[in-house]
Nanobody
Framework: QVQLVESGGDLVQAGGSLRLSCAASGSIFSINAMGWYRQAPGKQRELVAHITSGGRTNYADSVKGRFTISRDNAKNTVYLQMNSLKPEDTAVYYC???????????????WGQGTQVTVSS
């Protein structure tokens, strides 16, 4: 049984910061990579960042230098620290387990409810 619960989304002004959390249960967390996705209104879901089971990270160009993904295996939780937020970061954010194959993040089809991030100008 896999459960994913995202939290931490809020309404913030441009330039502000948020930290998102994803609490995971089941057998997927400790042995898998984890990713953060986001989906803005009318747009496709996109991969924002991922972290391997060993702690290696990767970021989309649009968030590089502003966002940081991390994980706490003891707490079965993955985080996304978001700094210098921009209005274009507005989206519903989701965490997701996956694997990294040849440097490419491959997600499994498990999703939580997401958490809304809204950045005002």
């Amino acid at each position: 049984q896999v459960q994913l619960v995202e939290s931490g989304g809020d309404l913030v002004q441009a330039g502000g910061s948020l930290r998102l959390s994803c609490a995971a249960s089941g057998s997927i967390f400790s042995i898998n990579a984890m990713g953060w996705y986001r989906q803005a209104p009318g747009k496709q879901r996109e991969l924002v960042a991922h972290i391997t089971s060993g702690g290696r990270t990767n970021y989309a160009d649009s968030v590089k230098g502003r966002f940081t993904i991390s994980r706490d295996n003891a707490k079965n939780t993955v985080y996304l620290q978001m700094n210098s937020l921009k209005p274009e970061d507005t989206a519903v954010y989701y965490c997701n387990p996956g694997r990294v194959l040849g440097g490419i993040y491959v997600p499994y089809d498990y999703w939580g409810q997401g958490t809304q991030v809204t950045v005002s100008s």
